[in-house]
């Protein structure tokens, strides 16, 4: 009977190691599936799409048939963020990569280089909201009217075009056509959010580091910026003011998701310092059971 009553606790001590156990693999469960659905969402993405082993036109372009002032581009074009993201020479000037005596034909909807009045629409073709902004703003209005706007390739070039942040507003690219004074003002309404973003990102990639999966709150980090970044093509300082409340409020939202992962990651350490100390207790319990005279 005392016997009996040993075995019955050891299968508790047992149940209670077990539950213990499950209750630590928990975390790792719920990520796996997180990672499915990123996946998913990745392949989904609309420009990340396929592009074929061998490109001709980078290759011809990048032979000695090239006339050396086009011969640049290529290398420009392979340093450039659109390079990085799958974004190639005929996703922009059309045409067929895949077949060299073809590839420049119209035909194969090849379009060639565009004339200046006709970049916003070439580039906008991807850029939806920010051409809808540029259009409507004073430097799309004049660019179409009079030519005497700017048009996308003024400020980001055409081939090495980088990711965007408001250091493109300097003295040298705005003071082309008028005085600086009205770009400062813009670039000192963009500036509390941009530097909020940059908050963020860098705690973002905090957690990253710590191994903890953030790839949702980075894509939703990067919506809102993206939606931010657009409204910049309006130019217009009253605009950007007025909407800064409201994307405060979107990112204090990430932000407090932010700080209070970085409070769970804080609890877990203790709770699994918790743990580790438990099992040693429960160890020497085990133990001292086991030593139990058994009569
Ligand atoms: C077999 C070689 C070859 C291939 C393949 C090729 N190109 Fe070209 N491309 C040329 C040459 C040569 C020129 C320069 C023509 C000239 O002298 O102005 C040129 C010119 C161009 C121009 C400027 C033409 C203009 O409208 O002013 C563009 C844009 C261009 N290529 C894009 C492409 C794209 C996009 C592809 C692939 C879909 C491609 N090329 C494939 C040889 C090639
Ligand atoms: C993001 C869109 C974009 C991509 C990608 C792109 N181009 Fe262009 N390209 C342009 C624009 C805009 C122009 C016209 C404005 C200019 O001359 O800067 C142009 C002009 C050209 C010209 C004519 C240059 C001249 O001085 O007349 C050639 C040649 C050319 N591109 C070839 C290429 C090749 C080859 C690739 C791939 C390696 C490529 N482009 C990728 C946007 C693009
Ligand atoms: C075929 C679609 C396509 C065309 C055409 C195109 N882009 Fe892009 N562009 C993209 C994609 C995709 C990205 C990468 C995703 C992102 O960063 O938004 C990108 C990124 C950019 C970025 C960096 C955005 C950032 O995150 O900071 C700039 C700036 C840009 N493009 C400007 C241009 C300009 C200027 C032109 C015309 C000369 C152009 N694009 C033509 C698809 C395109
Ligand atoms: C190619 C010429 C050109 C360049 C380069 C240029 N602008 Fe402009 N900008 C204009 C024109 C034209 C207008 C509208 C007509 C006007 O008000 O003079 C304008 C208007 C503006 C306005 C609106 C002013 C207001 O009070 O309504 C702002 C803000 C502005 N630009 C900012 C910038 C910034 C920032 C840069 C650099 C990133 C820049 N501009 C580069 C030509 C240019
Ligand atoms: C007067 C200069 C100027 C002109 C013209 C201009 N941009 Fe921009 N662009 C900027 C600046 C500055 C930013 C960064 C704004 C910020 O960081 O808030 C930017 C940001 C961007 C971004 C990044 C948005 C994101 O998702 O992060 C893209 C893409 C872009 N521009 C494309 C274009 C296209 C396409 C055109 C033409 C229709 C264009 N730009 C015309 C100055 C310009």
Same mark, same amino acid.
């Given at each position: 009977?005392?016997?009996?009553?040993?075995?019955g606790?050891?299968?508790?001590? &047992?149940?209670?190691i077990?539950?213990?156990?499950?209750?630590l693999?928990?975390?790792?469960?719920?990520?796996?599936?997180? =990672?499915?659905?990123?996946q998913?969402?990745?392949?989904?993405?609309t420009?990340?799409?396929e592009?074929?082993?061998e490109?001709?036109?980078?290759?011809c372009?990048?032979?000695? !048939?090239? !006339?050396?002032? +086009?011969?640049?581009?290529a290398?420009e074009w392979?340093?450039?963020?659109?390079?990085?993201?799958?974004?190639a020479?005929?996703?922009?000037? @059309? @045409?067929?990569?895949k077949?060299?005596?073809?590839s420049?034909s119209?035909? &194969?909807? +090849?379009v060639? !280089?565009? #004339?200046p %009045?006709?970049v916003?629409?070439?580039c906008g073709k991807?850029?939806?909201?920010?051409? #809808?902004?540029?259009?409507e703003?004073?430097?799309?209005?004049?660019? *179409?009217?009079?030519?005497?706007?700017?048009?996308?390739?003024?400020?980001?070039g055409?081939?090495?075009?980088?990711k965007?942040?408001?250091?493109?507003i300097?003295?040298?690219?705005?003071?082309?056509?008028h005085?600086?004074?009205?770009?400062?003002?813009?670039?000192?309404a963009? +500036?509390?959010?941009? #530097?909020?973003f940059d908050?963020?990102?860098g705690?973002? &990639?905090k957690? =990253?580091?710590?191994?903890?999966?953030?790839?949702?709150d980075?894509k939703n980090?990067?919506?809102?910026?993206?939606?931010?970044r657009t $409204?910049?093509h309006?130019?217009?300082?009253?605009?950007? *003011?007025?909407?800064?409340?409201?994307?405060s %409020?979107? $990112?204090?939202?990430?932000?407090?998701?932010?700080?209070s992962t970085?409070?769970?990651? =804080?609890? =877990?350490?203790?709770?699994?310092?918790?743990?580790?100390?438990?099992?040693?207790?429960?160890g020497?319990v085990?133990y001292?059971?086991? !030593?139990?005279?058994?009569?």
């Open positions: 009977m005392c016997y009996s009553h040993v075995v606790e050891k299968v508790m001590v &047992r149940n209670v077990i539950f213990f156990i499950m209750l693999s928990l975390p790792s469960l719920s990520s796996g599936s997180y =990672r499915e659905e990123f998913k969402e990745f392949l989904s993405k420009w990340s799409g592009q074929p082993a490109n001709f036109c980078i290759e372009h990048s032979s000695d !048939k090239m !006339k050396p002032e +086009f011969l640049t581009i290398e392979k340093a450039s963020w659109h390079a990085q993201n799958k974004i020479c005929h996703n922009c000037h @059309g @045409g067929d990569p077949d060299p005596s073809m420049m119209p035909h &194969r909807g +090849f060639g !280089k565009p #004339k %009045s006709e916003p629409d070439f991807c850029h939806i909201g920010i051409l #809808k902004n540029y259009n703003s004073d430097h799309g209005k004049a660019f *179409r009217t009079s030519g005497k706007g700017p048009n996308c390739v003024t400020c980001h055409s081939h090495n075009i980088q965007a942040n408001i250091d493109i300097s003295e040298h690219r705005c003071t082309k056509c005085s600086y004074d009205r770009a400062k003002t813009m670039k000192q963009l +500036f509390l959010t941009e #530097k909020k908050e963020l990102e705690g973002l &990639r957690l =990253r580091k710590e191994g903890v999966y953030i790839d949702d980075q980090l990067f919506n809102i910026q993206a939606e931010f $409204l910049f309006s130019v217009d300082v009253n605009l950007v *003011r007025d909407r800064t409340n409201e994307f %409020s979107k $990112l204090a939202a990430v932000e407090s998701k932010v700080s970085f409070g769970e990651l =804080r609890f =877990r350490r203790n709770f699994s310092a918790f743990i580790l100390l438990l099992f040693a207790a429960m020497s085990l001292l059971l086991t !030593k139990t005279p058994k009569d």
